[in-house]
């Protein structure tokens, strides 16, 4: 219920949260956002700080986990966490930073081919080990 608190207080202040808002970039104004929603919760700035970022990165985690869903079986997944459909305004801001399902599939292909060189490489330097152990 805490975080619904919170989502809702800053949702009321787009300064904090909206990166195209005119005064985003303004300190001063994101500190007094802050400092507002302090005054409503009574729950110190740094804890705020603290939740909401928490909370964001749950939302990013289950942005992704329904992009790739709705990729693979091709409709939409249901998010089980409850401050999910509260966290929706958010999804524009985050929309650009997450990356295409196709751009996932090729990083994970560069990771597995990394990780095959990796091992060709310890088994190579292995079997060079024990060749010279053998000559010696």
Same mark, same amino acid.
């Given at each position: ?25 303004? /300190?001063?104004?994101?500190?007094? =956002?802050?400092?507002?929603? !302090?005054?409503?919760? %009574?729950?110190?700035?740094? *804890? &705020? ?15 992704? /986990?329904?992009?790739?869903?709705? =990729?693979?079986?091709?409709? !939409?997944?249901?998010? %089980?966490?409850?401050?999910? *459909? &509260? ?21 994970? =292909? ?27």
């Amino acid at each position: 219920m805490k975080g619904a608190k919170i989502i809702m207080q800053i949702k009321k202040r787009p300064v904090i949260w909206n990166r195209s808002y005119p005064t985003h970039s303004n /300190k001063q104004m994101v500190a007094a =956002a802050w400092r507002a929603i !302090k005054k409503v919760l %009574k729950i110190s700035v740094k *804890k &705020l700080k603290e939740e909401w970022k928490d909370m964001n990165e749950k939302h990013l985690q289950e942005l992704i /986990k329904e992009i790739k869903y709705k =990729a693979k079986c091709g409709r !939409k997944r249901d998010s %089980k966490w409850a401050n999910y *459909k &509260l966290m929706d305004f958010m999804k524009k801001e985050l929309l650009p930073r997450t990356c295409t399902c196709q751009q996932k599939k090729r990083a994970i =292909a560069k990771k597995r081919n990394n990780t095959k060189m990796v091992r060709r490489k310890e088994v190579t330097t292995t079997v060079r080990h024990r060749e010279k152990e053998e000559y010696s």
